[in-house]
C-alpha cells in the first residue's frame, strides 16, 4: 500500500495568513492526489483532485501543486472558515490512502 | 443536487453483524463507483470497500471476509453487510461517491455518516 504522510500534524495560524500543508507519497503517484477539508462534526469535503484542480465551489484561495511524490495545498489569506482538518489521499493504485491528517487551527 | 443518505447504524455486540445502506439521488446511480470510507472516533480516514457500477468490488485487509458491500441500481442503494464486527470497527460510516467521469477513487460527495459502535 502507498502510504500518505503530512506535515505539519497541526498547525496554529491567523486569519489572512497564508499556510502551506505537505503531504508525501511513500512512492511516485504522478499527479493522482486529492485534498479534502473536514470540518468537526461534518463530512469530509473534496477541495482540490488531480493535485491541482479545484473542485467546483472551493474559493481561488485554495491551490494545490506537486507531483511524483511531494505535494502541497496552500490557503491564502486565512477566513474564518478555513480552520479545520485536511486530509491528502492518493487514487494512483489500490487501495486509496490518506494522510493522517493535518488540524489548522485560530492562533 | 447529489445527496447521500445513509442509515443502519447502531450499538453492536462483538462478533454481532449489522448491514449499512446508502440511499443516493441527484446522479445516475448506476454509472458511477461507490465506497465506504470510515473514521474511528478521533481518527483520520480509512477507505473501507469500492464497488463498480458493474458490480466489482474491492475491499480493504482490515475487513476483507467480513464486509460485502453490493448495490441495488434499480434502487440507487448501496449496502454494506458487516459481521464478524470487533471493537476496531467502530467508527462512523461514510457513504462516498467516487468521480464518474474519471473512474478514479476521487471522493466527490460524501454522506453524513452514521456510527457503528461495536461494544459489549
Known amino acids: 500500500d502507498i502510504q500518505m504522510t503530512q506535515s505539519p500534524s497541526s498547525l496554529s495560524a491567523s486569519v489572512g495568513d497564508r499556510v502551506t500543508i505537505t503531504c508525501r507519497a511513500s512512492q511516485s503517484i504522478n499527479s493522482f492526489l486529492n485534498w479534502y477539508q473536514q470540518k468537526p462534526g461534518k463530512a469530509p469535503n473534496l477541495l482540490i483532485y488531480?493535485?491541482?484542480s479545484m473542485q467546483s465551489g472551493v474559493p481561488s484561495r485554495f491551490s494545490g501543486r506537486g507531483s511524483g511524490t511531494d505535494f502541497t495545498l496552500t490557503i491564502n489569506s486565512l477566513q474564518p472558515e478555513d480552520f479545520a482538518t485536511y486530509f491528502c489521499q492518493q487514487s494512483y493504485s489500490a487501495p486509496p490512502t490518506f494522510g493522517q491528517g493535518t488540524k489548522l487551527e485560530m492562533k | 443536487e447529489v445527496q447521500l443518505l445513509e442509515s443502519g447504524g447502531g450499538l453492536v455486540q462483538p462478533g454481532g453483524s449489522l448491514r449499512l445502506s446508502c440511499a443516493a439521488s441527484g446522479f445516475t446511480f448506476s454509472s458511477c463507483g461507490m465506497s465506504w470510507v470510515r473514521q474511528a472516533p478521533g481518527e483520520g480516514l480509512e477507505w473501507v470497500s469500492s464497488?463498480?457500477?458493474?458490480?466489482?468490488?474491492t475491499y480493504a485487509d482490515s475487513v476483507k471476509g467480513r464486509f460485502t458491500i453490493s448495490r441495488d441500481n434499480s434502487k440507487n442503494t448501496m449496502f454494506l453487510q458487516m459481521s464478524s464486527l470487533r471493537a476496531e470497527d467502530t467508527a462512523i460510516y461514510y457513504c462516498?461517491?467516487?468521480?464518474?467521469?474519471?473512474?478514479?477513487?476521487?471522493?466527490?460527495?460524501w454522506g453524513h455518516g452514521t456510527l457503528v459502535t461495536v461494544s459489549s
Open positions: 488531480a493535485a491541482s
Open positions: 464497488i463498480s457500477g458493474s458490480d466489482g468490488s
Open positions: 462516498v461517491k467516487e468521480d464518474c467521469k474519471s473512474k478514479l477513487t476521487t471522493f466527490d460527495y
